[in-house]
């Protein structure tokens, strides 16, 4: 994937000391004399990040001398309970705002190994519509009704009412049904939706039914065209302090695959998983649309990537966690 376009430094965030962070493995460390449990949470109905759910699913995971499960589930704010009550060790992709949170509170018992970003260019994200007979080309001036659908998630709601702000179009703000986003416009519950990933492809494979009305928008038209980190994958403190010498191992592997969906998203083996009904049960008619949302490794991770939801958020008046706080829950291996 091409390098990451960084944001302008801002001097604040740059005076910010990348302290604290988590020990990870030593190299080369032996499987562990028994199978140790991993267990794999990721969004059912949008895997915006399969490293985790691939690396499953080839086996790479129980080379390492894991006995790995992995579990679906619904809206964001259940994914992100189940880590904090311990019942899951790694997600997958969760939005970052409901994390921020967490850290400001006091209260996230996770590290981030990864950021997942909104692009300008890769067409992750889009406002989807229904077409008809009438408005064959729907445009931000003639979708009805004048309902915008959004993740359930407050950042996904903000970044929703602001894109149809800056585009000069009054509409409703509605939270929708996650597992299927596309049947709200179906059913005519909604006029648009801003979806990602597995969603924006079934739209492009719909022989026209459903159409990207506007591509990457949050990035365009919320973020001044860049390339802006909204989304983590999360791995539980208590599983790193438990397994140390797994760490290092299991955390690379996860990022080896979701860096292998994006330079080869058409692979037999991929299409096939994602063919799978608990993965979305994509079609390869489907899967062939599907877009990754930028990576951001930890290691790669630079104060400066928070800035532009950090401020967004706060323009909102949203309260956030210091740059200093987030970077001490981003996994290290130092």
């Not at 030593?26 to 004399?33: E, L, T, W």
């Not at 990040?49 to 259940?78: F, H, I, K, N, R």
């Not at 802006?228 to 290092?248: C, E, F, M, Q, Y």
Request: with cysteine.
């Amino acid at each position: 994937m091409k390098s990451l376009t960084r944001c302008m430094p801002i001097a604040f965030l740059l005076a910010a000391p990348f302290l604290g962070l988590m020990t990870g493995c030593r190299d080369n460390a032996p499987p562990p004399d028994k199978p140790v449990s991993l267990r794999i949470g990721y969004r059912s109905s949008l895997p915006a990040d399969v490293g985790a759910l691939w690396a499953y699913e080839t086996g790479a995971l129980s080379e390492l001398g894991l006995s790995s499960t992995v579990q679906g589930y619904g809206p964001p704010y259940v994914l992100l309970e189940a880590l904090r009550s311990n019942s899951i060790d790694l997600v997958t992709v969760m939005p970052l705002e409901p994390v921020l949170e967490d850290i400001r509170l006091g209260k996230a018992n996770y590290l981030i190994y990864c950021l997942l970003c909104f692009s300008p260019s890769e067409e992750f994200d889009a406002i989807v519509v229904k077409t008809t007979e009438d408005d064959p080309a729907p445009s931000w001036q003639t979708v009805t009704p004048r309902v915008l659908g959004v993740i359930p998630a407050k950042q996904n709601a903000l970044i929703g009412s602001t894109m149809v702000e800056n585009a000069g179009a009054g509409f409703e703000i509605r939270q929708y049904n996650p597992q299927n986003p596309l049947l709200s416009l179906e059913s005519g519950d909604f006029g648009a939706v801003h979806v990602l990933g597995t969603d924006v492809a079934r739209a492009k494979a719909s022989n026209g039914k459903f159409i990207v009305m506007e591509a990457c928008p949050a990035s365009r038209r919320v973020f001044g065209g860049k390339i802006t980190p909204a989304g983590v994958g999360l791995i539980s403190k208590k599983w790193l302090d438990l397994h140390p010498n797994l760490a290092r191992a299991v955390v690379n592997t996860v990022l080896r695959f979701s860096k292998q969906t994006r330079s080869t998203p058409g692979d037999k083996q991929l299409v096939g998983m994602l063919e799978k009904e608990k993965y979305g049960g994509l079609s390869p008619e489907v899967s062939r649309y599907l877009a990754y949302a930028p990576l951001i490794p930890y290691s790669e991770v630079k104060p400066t990537d928070f800035a532009p939801l950090l401020l967004f958020l706060q323009k909102k008046n949203v309260e956030t966690a210091s740059v200093e706080s987030i970077l001490r829950h981003v996994y290290s291996e130092n």
